[in-house]
């Protein structure tokens, strides 16, 4: 079951897991403004709107930090996907995004496993995935069970005039992130 909330409201989460401190400790760099991770990912820049921008950071047992930015795309658009190896820890820093979560069995696979991505692509399903909105501070985690979809912008409609359609994107920045990948066995 995916874990989606404000980074403050995982203390007991973290309570549980001792041996994830390293990660609390990271994530909590993450959002630091003086601290150098935090410059870091804030720092993070694509060259035009349409780049992807990743550095990749060993935090040691097995543990990867991949610092990020994309741009946004429609959610028609979405890449779902999961893992059988790693948790993803997803840390928004900067800026802010869409996400749509759902359970493995109501997708279906587009491609088989490839486990040296340790990754598995789904086709949209047919039931409406439960969608989240990420800003700064907001942390979701994804267990092998959660497929899930990032970087995605939804239209919106006006309050005022029901002819009036907004993309979201006018009002979201592409995120600067944190993804942080964790073994199962942190988990067994």
């Known amino acids: 079951m995916a874990l989606v909330g404000d980074f403050r409201q995982f203390e007991s ?4 897991y001792p041996s994830l401190m390293e990660v609390k400790n990271y994530l909590t760099q993450a959002l630091t403004i003086d601290s150098a991770v935090y410059k870091r990912i804030n720092a993070l820049a694509g060259t035009t709107e349409n780049t992807r921008v990743e550095f990749t ?3 040691g047992g097995n543990i990867r930090a991949i610092e ?3 741009p946004l795309k429609s959610h028609t ?3 779902y996907e999961s893992h059988k190896k790693f948790v993803d820890f997803q840390l928004c820093v900067e800026g802010a995004e869409y996400f749509e979560v759902g359970y493995i069995k109501d997708f279906t696979p587009l491609t088989p496993y490839n486990e040296s991505k340790d990754l598995t692509i789904y086709a949209k399903p ?3 995935p439960h969608r989240f909105f990420f800003h700064s501070g ?3 985690i994804f267990f092998p069970q959660d497929v899930h979809a990032g970087g995605l912008t939804y239209p919106i409609q006006s309050h005022t005039n029901a002819q009036d359609t907004t993309n979201i994107t006018d009002l979201l920045t592409q995120p600067k992130k944190v993804v942080l ?3 199962i066995e942190y988990f067994a």
Do not use: S, W
Not at 13 to 16: S, T, W, Y
């Open 138 to 140: 907001i942390l979701g």
């Open 77 to 79: 658009e979405a890449f």
């Open 57 to 59: 950071y060993e935090l």
């Open 181 to 183: 990948k964790i073994p």
């Open 13 to 16: 989460f973290f309570a549980l």
């Open 126 to 128: 047919i039931t409406p």
């Open 68 to 70: 990020q930015t994309y």
